[in-house]
């Protein structure tokens, strides 16, 4: 770590607490400098108390109105670039939330992004996937202010309630451009845990072979307490929604255990878990790729063993 160097961690949050990929940012940061959190939004209150308790964290800065009630690039962008050239390092998690705004805020500063950050060499120097992480990239930059996203799953949460002394800084708000406007959202309603933040994940393949039998994974699911995930064939198929795919074009996950049915293991997908801490495939054909990043593997006819192993769970 640099003592001159001061990193600012956008933070995703809903308000009220933060997100993982968040906290998972903040570790990464940790090793670059003094860390300050950026939490804009409406009612944010909780969440910037909840920040100051992050260990790690220096100070919170807060920026709470209702232009922030959504979080939208062209209106984050602006607030971020306001005090960006107090820091060395601007970090965003390398979701959705992270892949619209630090591009925005990219260009506004006239620097290179370094997506997709896996690990710090040094304060200019850092690790990232290609060729769908068959290839490890090291790339340094010489802008004076760092544009980075981290992808979440390397890098441990850092623990929350372990701090406790951040100060938290009310931030001025900036007028959102006239250009841009909330119009709604659709959200998918669920009980079951988002993708990215579940500790257990089953996930479907294209050897279901319909969307009718996909849910023969959901009473699997519910006795695990896990996500639902599918593959870009089974959504491509129709079998599954779009917001549940994993991999290299959806969204990419790390659970404690990772359950793949039916699914033959495509680099796409494999780029998406293979860093899950337990992975389980099921898959009739004993020569699919997936058995390659497998923990278990189990070469059966997934409509029997799907529902024996439901049964067996009580």
């Known amino acids: ?49 909840a920040a100051s308790q992050v260990e790690g964290v220096a100070k919170v800065l807060c920026s709470d109105d209702a232009r922030y009630a959504h979080p939208l690039a062209a209106a984050l962008a602006p607030l971020v670039t306001s005090v960006a050239h107090g820091y060395s390092h601007l970090l965003a998690p390398a979701t959705t939330f992270g892949k619209d705004l630090m591009p925005r805020v990219a260009a506004k500063l006239d620097v290179a992004q370094i997506s997709d950050v896996i690990a710090i060499v040094s304060p200019d120097t850092f690790k990232r996937p290609i060729y769908a992480g068959n290839g490890i990239a090291t790339v340094q930059s010489r802008d004076a202010i760092k544009v980075l996203t981290v992808r979440a799953t390397a890098f441990d949460p850092a623990k929350v309630g372990a701090g406790g002394t951040a100060l938290i800084e009310a931030l001025a708000p900036i007028d959102v451009p006239a250009h841009t406007r909330f119009v709604g959202q659709a959200l998918a309603a669920s009980d079951r845990p988002e993708l990215t933040q579940a500790r257990v994940i089953v996930s479907g393949g294209r ?49 404690e255990l990772y359950i793949a049915v039916g699914i033959s293991g495509a680099i796409q997908h494999l780029a998406g878990m293979k860093d899950s801490k337990v992975i389980v495939a099921n898959n009739k054909d004993p020569e699919a790729p997936i058995f390659q990043v497998a923990d278990y593997g189990l070469v059966a006819d997934l409509f029997q063993a799907v529902p024996e192993l439901t049964a067996a769970l009580g």
């Open 1 to 49: 770590m640099s003592a001159a160097n001061k990193v600012l961690v956008i933070a995703e949050h809903d308000n009220r607490q933060l997100k993982k990929a968040t906290l998972c940012t903040i570790r990464c940061a940790a090793q670059l400098g003094e860390v300050h959190l950026l939490i804009a939004g409406s009612g944010c209150a909780a969440a910037a108390e």
């Open 207 to 255: 050897g279901l072979g319909s969307a009718e039998n996909f849910h023969l994974l959901d009473k699997l699911a519910d006795k695990l307490g896990a996500a639902v995930g599918a593959s870009r064939a089974a959504v491509d198929a129709g079998f599954a929604p779009n917001d549940w795919q994993v991999g290299q074009t959806g969204k990419i996950v790390a659970p």
